[in-house]
């Protein structure tokens, strides 16, 4: 009973650190802009993620049986704190350098680098693996092609209306898409959080199913909620000013495109990256307006953030999983 309660707290700790660190995925374009002032968004969003986390539980399914069958696996509990550790260790990290990595990559990097060291190579269900892989990767670069789009399909549509005028409005639409976006977040990643807790519960012979009760559904939402009101301004920085020099119309569409792709993801019950997702659109609604404006070299160290979180996850849940194994 004891290692479950410290799965609960752990996991709420990962969903706080996650609302706090992905912050900046709903607001940072809105704050960039100034349609809406700092305080008022991060307090707006944390609603709308509160709302959003509570509505759905298809990705929380997903992380709790594609990786891995915990009904069929061995110390899956002890595997389960292992993976949360590490996934806190490198949200708190790249938090701490303002680097826009993913909490959905440190999360399953982590549980998986900490099912292969507990069960083996055999452990890892690699069919259900490659599925959440492919969506990670997929929707970044479905975020920028959209993205490009709408920005193109706006460009032609405000070509004649003066730039008073189109940043006006378009900061009154921010507002609609900023929330948008912030329930498109509660409603992906804190379902990764009731993933896990429902995973360490079938592990440990608390329940058989994967279905996920209420007082995981609420815990999860609140701790999302709270995280998200803390707010994160390092990487508000990183992606409202350090890829784009942001205007109204390019957030409005880089929110819109967003939230478009992430409500997609959950109805389809996978977990992506919301960071990727939204840094991804803002690229591409930048290179619409102008190719040059985008910083590529800044893009291209997130990327690279992009690249090596679940590698990095996976070794640091694994080493946690070998000292927590001799303690415990």
Known sequence: MTLIFIVVLLALVFDFSNGFHDTANAIATSV????????????????????????FTGVAKSIGGKIADPAHIPNGILIVIAALLAAIAWNLITWYFGIPSSSSHALIG??????????????????????????LI?????????????????????RNASPHWTNKWFRVFQ????????????????QKSM???VFALVAGG???????????????????????SVGGWRIIKTIGSKIIKLEPVNGFAADLT????????????????????????????????????????????????WIITIPITAVLAGGCYLVLNLFM
């Open 32 to 55: 960039s802009t100034k349609a809406l002032p700092p305080r008022t968004a991060v307090i707006y969003a944390a609603v709308l993620n509160f709302a959003g986390a509570l509505v």
């Open 110 to 135: 982590a549980l998986t680098g900490a099912v292969v060291t507990g069960a083996g190579l055999h452990g890892v269900n690699w069919t259900g693996f490659s599925t959440i892989l492919e969506a």
């Open 138 to 158: 997929l929707s970044p670069i479905l975020a920028f092609v959209t993205g490009y789009i709408i920005m193109t399909i706006l460009k032609l549509l405000v």
């Open 175 to 190: 507002i609609i898409s900023a929330g948008m976006q912030a329930f498109s977040h509660g409603s992906n990643d804190a």
């Open 195 to 197: 993933g896990i807790m």
């Open 206 to 228: 608390f329940q058989t199913e994967l279905d996920v009760p209420l007082w995981v559904k609420i815990s999860a939402a609140l701790a999302m909620g709270l995280g998200t």
């Open 258 to 305: 967003s939230s478009l792709v992430i409500q997609a993801a959950t109805a389809l019950t996978l977990p992506v990256s919301t960071t990727h997702v939204v840094s991804s659109s803002v690229m591409g609604t930048g290179a619409a307006k102008r190719f040059r404006a985008v910083k590529w070299g800044v893009a291209g160290r997130i990327v690279l953030a």
